[in-house]
């Protein structure tokens, strides 16, 4: 896996709000509780951590990836009946993907998966200045609600 993003201002949660529309990470939350109760306990725990494996990246073998696939395209497939994203930027269209990202520490958690990190490289510019302006606009102009973490 690569290796973890630190968030060191905010938990993942808070930076998934200040990101992206929440209303998908709230839903995922509840498709949890209600269809698979016992990945809750780390849903939530992986929300208050100020770190995450992104980029939907990894290597596994197969009866790992199986079991994998099986749980995070069940809920992805729920939350897809959930929310329309007809209205959302192409940019926030991309929210299953960015569940994912997040939802891979909850399943890596909840099964005890042995895993390696990984170092590894960024194809074309990074724009670090930009990003790190972007992430200061969002985050002072679009404040959290009400919040589970």
Partial sequence: MPRKRKYYIETNY?????????????KTRGIIKKNYVTYLPYFDRVMKKRSAHMFNMFIMKKPEFS?????????????????????????EARAFGYIAELLMDVWIEKNNIYYREVRWKQLGPNHKIKKALFFLGRKFKIGPKKTHF
Avoid: M, T
């Fill in 14 to 26: 808070k930076h998934y709000i200040h990101a992206h529309v929440r209303e998908p990470l709230d």
């Fill in 67 to 91: 079991d994998y696939c099986n749980w995070i395209f069940g809920v992805l497939s729920k939350l897809e009946k959930e929310i329309d994203i007809s209205n959302y930027s192409s940019q």
